[in-house]
């Protein structure tokens, strides 16, 4: 006997066509084991008109019929009639019920009874956790999101599909194209790396002005490449307000500020010198015995580099650490969960992320970022942008060049 089959109709808004998005939601429905049928579509006429496209999704059980809905969500595409929102208790800490919704990094409103919440700190691959104050009045009711790793046993947890939207990011209004058009564009290294520059540096300007943080990821190559100097001149100048890294570009900073050397090669020379290979070790134990980098800056013993500006200016740093470091710096995080708290911790206010030369720091803070907060990577790798679109952050826009170079421009344009 033929199960019986449960469908839901859903509807998507926006640039199907050009941005492939119409295609993307039927390609995923049939790779999760659906079917569809196109009730409506409606071609906008001109170039920056917006379509509408409305499709039935059909699956053989309700719970398949979930996930393809949570699925197709990522794409901003939501249920024609939502219902609203179930909620189950966590069965233990650390653990959602086996239907809980699984959250993209879209901007989310959550409907409980008739009222529709917007989700707070919108992040993919969490869950949603309703909260209720003591009162239980409607205005005390928050959904934000959570990992799993922090949900608590009896927890109220949003499960299934129903209740629940996202919100695609607004495009950019017309004409700002001039002033920021690679965001719209895909990754290449063949666009004029000046005007580049000019654009990145045109929106923090935008964002300082609006009072918003700007957020950078910085790996290693800052300081192999020489441009620890042009970093230092942008912290000086306001426009590094947060700072994700690892041990490497830390331990590194601090080895050129006190020897002059990056692993142990010479920066001014591009040679290596004698016993250079300790120095990164031994730029560690200067650290750990000072206690922190912080005290280290206020004993006098660290008086230059990035970490050096940064504690100076009194801006906030979060140093995750990796099975691979030596050391490692006091100011590392080395249990992972601990760090992503941490990260998660920093990101109020972000109305800019720059990514500069890491793709594994990149792809941590694009997991946790809101698709809403405009993210920019700079690498000489193209395949750090492709990963991070890969794994969801469709908002990462990325200039492929050296990381030196465009340091320092960016300094010139804004310090």
Not at 167 to 189: H, I, K, N, Q, Y
Not at 308 to 333: C, E, I, T, W
Not at 387 to 406: E, H, N, P, W, Y
Request: glycine share 10%.
């Amino acid at each position: 006997m033929r199960p019986v089959s449960s469908s839901a109709t859903v509807e998507l808004t926006g640039h199907l066509m050009d941005t492939g998005i119409l295609a993307r939601v039927l390609d995923d429905v049939l790779e999760y084991g659906g079917d569809y049928r196109i009730d409506s579509l409606d071609l906008g006429r001109q170039h920056e008109d917006e379509s509408r496209a409305v499709v039935r999704i059909s699956a053989d059980d309700a719970d398949l019929l979930d996930r393809i809905l949570m699925r197709v969500q990522i794409h901003g595409a939501n249920a024609v009639d939502p219902g609203t929102a179930t909620t189950r208790p966590a069965p233990a800490d650390g653990v959602f019920p086996d239907d809980f919704y699984s959250t993209t990094n879209l901007d989310t409103l959550v409907r409980l009874d008739r009222d529709w919440l917007r989700v707070r700190n919108p992040e993919m691959d969490c869950g949603l956790v309703v909260e209720r104050g003591d009162d239980g009045a409607a205005g005390s009711v928050i959904v934000r999101t959570l990992p799993v790793s922090d949900v608590r046993a009896g927890q109220a947890v949003v499960c299934g599909a129903a209740g629940v939207r996202v919100e695609l990011p607004a495009p950019p209004p017309r004409g700002d194209e001039e002033t920021f058009g690679f965001m719209s564009s895909a990754v290449s290294s063949e666009k004029p790396q000046a005007l580049l520059v000019r654009q990145i540096a045109e929106r923090m300007r935008e964002v300082k002005a609006a009072g918003q943080r700007v957020l950078w990821v910085g790996g290693p190559a800052v300081v192999h490449t020489g441009a620890a100097p042009a970093m230092v001149r942008l912290v000086r100048a306001g426009y590094v307000d947060v700072l994700f890294a690892g041990n490497a570009l830390a331990t590194h900073d601090i080895e050129s500020a006190l020897y002059g050397t990056s692993l142990g090669v010479d920066l001014a020379k591009g040679s290596g010198v004698p016993h250079g290979h300790e120095h990164h070790i031994r730029a560690i134990n200067t650290i750990r015995r000072a206690g922190s980098i912080a005290a280290a800056v206020e004993s006098g013993v660290l008086t230059g580099g990035v970490m050096h500006a940064m504690v100076q200016a009194g801006k906030p740093f979060v140093l995750v650490g990796s099975v691979r470091d030596d050391g490692p710096l006091p100011d590392v995080y080395t249990d992972v969960i601990d760090g992503q708290r941490a990260m998660r911790g920093e990101l109020h206010d972000v109305g800019f992320a720059i990514m500069v030369a890491t793709m594994l720091h990149s792809i941590a803070t694009g997991n946790i970022l809101p698709a809403s907060v405009p993210l920019v990577c700079v690498d000489i790798n193209p395949a750090t942008v492709t990963k991070l679109a890969d794994r969801g952050s469709a908002q990462a826009m990325g200039i492929v060049t050296d990381i030196g170079l465009f340091l320092e421009h960016l300094a010139r344009e804004l310090a």
